[in-house]
């Protein structure tokens, strides 16, 4: 059996801080100085918070350039005292050639009563119950204090507190730990590529760094803020054509915008979506299952939903689309008029960042503070994805 590593034993920073930073496990530099981040991923993260404004002192700057090991670690921990930043890693050990499969098995190898979910999908692979003692370890540390933001680096990170690796789909956006292997609920989190994938996948740091500026402003609170949204997801022939004509008379009292979306199936279209403002959409369905059965109850409201989707695109109102592209080729085969389609917040977005993704979802992560709805699909294969993402 492994001995797990004393709570705090092989952390840096207070142990009361408002904002924790999980890793992986240690690496060589880690091994040899015993606090998480101590090598050359350890700086560049230090890099990484700089450009993110996460108000560094001259002092850590310059120790992250010039000084050795072992005065880089102490100006920063002079710092993450200041800053009120703990920093610590799932697994207080270095593996076998830093490999983390090191401390896996296959699910065969294990007990029936094994109930963790596995930290690796390929060739899916289950920690060793030897291993286990050091989520209790995290779990001890994590709560020790009230903390504002757990922000987990990397897919290990991200599997420990909400129980999925799969942190290309859950990086950027917020939410609460749950069904994580070290059953810590409630705790805010926020997942980002571990430091060390910087070097291997050069393109992702500059997402880091807009997850970096993210996390600085939610370290201010502790509670998830999502803001108030009102969208009509089911809606009667009433509800649509009601919806319609406020849209309408809005539009001719004051400045207006519509933003259409459109999701498909099977090469039809399957509902249309309508934002009139940042908190008010509607949502029209056509289709309600996979076996493509209408939504409505009757070929008379179908044809007066249409009607009212038609308004709504061929009206003066601007329209702001996402990849219009995609959506137009559609619209457009249905026989649908789009009037005034004045910007696409893709290539607006690409425009300035040509560096980053420019999918919704990504989008979604960095602008917004809403959860990772790509991962909200009930049935995968039900829709077509924009070629954006």
Same mark, same amino acid.
């Given at each position: 059996?492994?001995?797990?590593?004393?709570?705090?034993?092989?952390?840096?920073?207070?142990?009361?801080?408002?904002?924790?930073?999980?890793?992986?496990?240690?690496?060589?530099?880690?091994?040899?100085?015993?606090?998480?981040?101590?090598?050359?991923?350890?700086?560049?993260?230090?890099?990484?918070?700089?450009?993110?404004?996460?108000?560094?002192?001259?002092?850590?700057?310059?120790?992250?350039?010039?000084?050795?090991?072992?005065?880089?670690? $102490?100006?920063?921990?002079? !710092?993450?005292? @200041?800053?009120? =930043? &703990?920093?610590?890693?799932?697994? *207080?050990? %270095?593996? +076998?050639?830093?490999?983390?499969?090191?401390?896996?098995?296959?699910?065969?190898?294990?007990?029936?009563?094994?109930?963790?979910?596995?930290?690796?999908?390929?060739?899916?692979?289950?920690?060793?119950?030897?291993?286990?003692?050091?989520?209790?370890?995290?779990?001890?540390?994590?709560?020790?204090?009230?903390?504002?933001?757990?922000?987990?680096?990397?897919?290990?990170?991200?599997?420990?507190?909400?129980?999925?690796?799969?942190?290309?789909?859950?990086?950027?956006?917020?939410?609460?730990?749950?069904?994580?292997?070290?059953?810590?609920?409630?705790?805010?989190?926020?997942?980002?590529?571990?430091?060390? $994938?910087?070097?291997?996948? !050069?393109?992702? @740091?500059?997402? =880091? &760094?807009?997850?970096?500026?993210? *996390?600085? %402003?939610? +370290?201010?609170?502790?509670?998830?803020?999502?803001?108030?949204?009102?969208?009509?997801?089911?809606?009667?022939?009433?509800?649509?054509?009601?919806?319609?004509?406020?849209?309408?008379?809005?539009?001719?009292?004051?400045?207006?915008?519509?933003?259409?979306?459109?999701?498909?199936?099977?090469?039809?279209?399957?509902?249309?979506?309508?934002?009139?403002?940042?908190?008010?959409?509607?949502?029209?369905?056509?289709?309600?299952?996979?076996?493509?059965?209408?939504?409505?109850?009757?070929?008379?409201?179908?044809?007066?939903?249409?009607?009212?989707?038609?308004?709504?695109?061929?009206?003066?109102?601007?329209?702001?689309?996402?990849?219009?592209?995609?959506?137009?080729?559609?619209?457009?085969?249905?026989?649908?008029?789009?009037?005034?389609?004045?910007?696409?917040?893709?290539?607006?977005?690409?425009?300035?960042?040509?560096?980053?993704?420019?999918?919704?979802?990504?989008?979604?992560?960095?602008?917004?503070?809403?959860?990772?709805?790509?991962?909200m699909r009930l049935h995968k294969g039900e829709e077509e994805l924009k070629r954006d993402e």
């Amino acid at each position: 059996m492994t001995t797990c590593s004393v709570p705090f034993a092989h952390t840096a920073g207070p142990h009361d801080a408002r904002c924790i930073m999980i890793g992986e496990a240690w690496g060589e530099q880690e091994d040899q100085y015993g606090v998480p981040f101590a090598g050359a991923s350890g700086r560049e993260f230090a890099r990484m918070l700089i450009e993110s404004g996460w108000d560094i002192d001259d002092l850590l700057a310059h120790a992250v350039a010039q000084l050795s090991t072992h005065d880089f670690l $102490a100006a920063r921990e002079e !710092w993450l005292q @200041r800053a009120s =930043v &703990l920093l610590t890693n799932v697994f *207080a050990l %270095r593996p +076998t050639n830093n490999n983390l499969a090191y401390l896996c098995t296959a699910r065969s190898d294990l007990p029936t009563s094994y109930a963790l979910p596995p930290i690796r999908s390929e060739n899916p692979r289950y920690v060793k119950e030897d291993y286990l003692p050091h989520l209790q370890r995290l779990r001890t540390e994590v709560e020790h204090g009230p903390r504002n933001l757990a922000l987990a680096l990397g897919g290990t990170a991200c599997w420990s507190l909400v129980g999925s690796h799969a942190i290309g789909r859950l990086r950027g956006a917020v939410s609460t730990a749950r069904g994580g292997p070290s059953a810590l609920t409630g705790i805010k989190v926020l997942p980002t590529y571990h430091p060390a $994938a910087i070097f291997r996948a !050069w393109q992702w @740091r500059v997402i =880091v &760094l807009a997850d970096l500026i993210k *996390a600085k %402003r939610e +370290t201010a609170f502790a509670e998830v803020r999502r803001p108030a949204r009102s969208v009509i997801v089911n809606p009667s022939i009433e509800d649509v054509e009601a919806w319609t004509d406020a849209t309408m008379l809005r539009a001719e009292n004051e400045h207006a915008f519509l933003a259409p979306d459109i999701e498909t199936m099977n090469g039809q279209i399957r509902c249309i979506g309508f934002a009139r403002s940042r908190s008010e959409a509607l949502v029209i369905p056509f289709i309600k299952d996979l076996r493509g059965t209408s939504y409505w109850e009757d070929e008379d409201h179908e044809l007066r939903a249409w009607e009212c989707v038609r308004a709504l695109l061929a009206s003066d109102i601007p329209k702001i689309f996402q990849n219009g592209v995609f959506d137009l080729q559609y619209l457009i085969r249905a026989g649908l008029r789009v009037a005034h389609a004045q910007h696409d917040t893709m290539l607006l977005h690409h425009a300035l960042y040509p560096e980053l993704q420019k999918g919704l979802g990504f989008l979604g992560s960095v602008y917004t503070n809403e959860p990772a709805w790509k991962t909200m699909r009930l049935h995968k294969g039900e829709e077509e994805l924009k070629r954006d993402e």
